[in-house]
């Protein structure tokens, strides 16, 4: 199932995202009289009998003929997490990153956080600051906490999982090598769209192989797979837990592969004013946003 966050003309909501429609489930809840929470973020917070109970409502609707949807050329996506309690991010967690970085693999996560007023969804605008010289990109699948947990085994790691999206994690690299650390050149604005849906847990049992590209103006920048990563999932969510607490709607950004704009040869490629930046993960759909001129 992928859950979307959207808007059109009866205002914003959230539903079961097709290939053709948005299935909107508290309006079709409310055509048969069911109680479902009128917000993705409440849903989230039932973890996995709130998608079991997601598709019962569905599977009900469509034997009633009650469904309620919109094509999706009619909806404008939203991020489907507009405030998450945290955003907390990996860094050089995939091999090929780390080699082109010339930096050695960590044996332990390297985290750091980002504010959750970098969030834009599908098609907003980054803004680049009249003062970053040096813009970056960097995709990334994300995961959505379902459930809080402290101090989770790896082994258990997966029942905290509520499911997955793309997150990506710009950068402000002149900023971010100047101070040395990576908070405040990841912290603008609009420095984390994220998007467009959240595949879920059950719909995608497996993450350890997906396919992630990113094209800069149709220019194929980063083409790897999860496969490439120094921590899997499950590691990841296990060491996190043992730091903070992770609560539902958390998301983990799980690090980049290799192709990123500084460590293009023979010299970095940037991003510019009018640069559209799209990235797909396999399963879970792609994300196209277009960098435009800040203050």
Known sequence: MRL????????????????????????????????????????????????????????????????VSSSVSNVRLLSPITSPPKIVCLGLNYRDHAAESGATIPDEPIIFVKPHTTIIGPNEKIVKPS????????????????????????????SCIFGYTILNDVSARDVQFKDRQWTRGKSFDTFAPTGPSI????????ASNLSIRTWVNKELRQNSTTKNMVFNISDIVHHLSRVMTLEPCDLIATGTPAGVGFAMKPKPKFLQTGDIIRIEIEKIGSLENVVVEGN
């Open 131 to 158: 003062f970053v010289e040096q813009l970056d990109y960097e995709a990334e699948l994300a995961v959505v906490i379902g459930r809080k947990v402290k101090n989770v085994p790896a082994s258990d790691a997966e």
């Open 4 to 67: 979307a966050r959207y808007r059109n003309e009866q205002g914003e909501s959230y539903g079961v995202l097709t290939d053709k429609e948005v299935i909107c489930l508290p309006s079709t809840a409310r055509r048969l009289n069911i109680e479902f929470p009128e917000r993705l973020e409440d849903f989230i917070n039932l973890g996995a009998k709130g998608v079991e109970r997601a598709e019962n409502l569905v599977k009900e609707a469509l034997e009633n003929y009650v469904k």
């Open 199 to 206: 595949t879920t847990l059950n719909q995608l049992r497996d």
